[in-house]
């Protein structure tokens, strides 16, 4: 697990980091290969939504179309505090109640290199979630000049290892960018970061799926 970086109380340096985020933006997305037959998707949805049980119901789904199957869960939150720790615990007790089979493997940072290493034709990985994923390098904001030019390294390694992924990936992400637009600079910034990094990943993703009220409604569905 990589480690923390220290913090910094510079934070002259905040505007021109954040300028390379939104800079990625305007990227032209990376398309996904028509000849990739992996069937990655991306699942989206406010805070209750029902991400993380659809995440649970496809890799349960995965699991019993044969006895060859294994899922993976890529956990990304860290407890910070004692809500974050309950909140970890109900998400642990749910998919061990909802999908028993999948296993689970603790990742902060480095995405990319699980995808690496863990993905095989007849293991299906699910990453939930890159909202706390981006959270662990971008806040608190003291924190961003140093974490965010890793993050960018880390998003364009995630992009590549999406591509190359030899099984399925389920990502779950939130869509927070449907409100009132914050009042505070860091959470402005943060929303925007999320919002590209959401955009990056669906154009990779052949299904992306909006949650909604624990409906699923399918955004895209490529053939």
Same mark, same amino acid.
């Given at each position: 697990m990589t480690a923390l970086v220290p913090q910094s109380n510079a934070n002259s340096a905040v505007q021109t980091t954040n300028s390379a985020l939104l800079v990625t933006s305007t990227a032209t997305h990376v398309a996904l290969p028509t000849s990739n037959k992996i069937q990655h998707e991306f699942i989206l949805g406010g805070q209750k939504s029902g991400k993380s049980r659809r995440a649970e119901f496809l890799a349960s789904e995965w699991?019993?179309? #044969?006895s060859n199957h294994q899922a993976v869960l890529i956990a990304t939150a860290m407890a910070h505090d004692a809500e974050m720790q309950k909140r970890i615990q109900r998400h642990q007790d749910d998919r061990a109640l909802h999908s028993p089979g999948l296993a689970t493997l603790e990742e902060p940072w480095q995405l990319a290199k699980m995808i690496q290493t863990h993905s095989q034709p007849h293991t299906l990985l699910v990453v939930d979630c890159l909202t706390l994923w981006l959270t662990n390098y971008l806040m608190p904001m003291p924190e961003f000049e140093h974490l965010a030019p890793q993050y960018l390294d880390q998003l364009d390694a995630l992009e590549k290892a999406l591509l190359n992924a030899? %099984? !399925? @990936? @389920?990502? @779950? #992400?939130?869509? $927070?960018?449907? %409100? @009132? $637009? !914050?009042?505070g600079t860091e959470v402005r910034q943060f929303v925007d970061a999320l919002g590209i990094l959401n955009q990056k990943i669906a154009s990779i993703c052949p299904k992306v799926t909006l949650m909604a009220a624990g409906i699923a409604l399918t955004m895209k569905a490529d053939a």
């Amino acid at each position: 697990m990589t480690a923390l970086v220290p913090q910094s109380n510079a934070n002259s340096a905040v505007q021109t980091t954040n300028s390379a985020l939104l800079v990625t933006s305007t990227a032209t997305h990376v398309a996904l290969p028509t000849s990739n037959k992996i069937q990655h998707e991306f699942i989206l949805g406010g805070q209750k939504s029902g991400k993380s049980r659809r995440a649970e119901f496809l890799a349960s789904e995965w699991l019993a179309r #044969s006895s060859n199957h294994q899922a993976v869960l890529i956990a990304t939150a860290m407890a910070h505090d004692a809500e974050m720790q309950k909140r970890i615990q109900r998400h642990q007790d749910d998919r061990a109640l909802h999908s028993p089979g999948l296993a689970t493997l603790e990742e902060p940072w480095q995405l990319a290199k699980m995808i690496q290493t863990h993905s095989q034709p007849h293991t299906l990985l699910v990453v939930d979630c890159l909202t706390l994923w981006l959270t662990n390098y971008l806040m608190p904001m003291p924190e961003f000049e140093h974490l965010a030019p890793q993050y960018l390294d880390q998003l364009d390694a995630l992009e590549k290892a999406l591509l190359n992924a030899h %099984g !399925p @990936v @389920v990502l @779950v #992400s939130n869509e $927070i960018g449907l %409100g @009132v $637009i !914050p009042m505070g600079t860091e959470v402005r910034q943060f929303v925007d970061a999320l919002g590209i990094l959401n955009q990056k990943i669906a154009s990779i993703c052949p299904k992306v799926t909006l949650m909604a009220a624990g409906i699923a409604l399918t955004m895209k569905a490529d053939a």
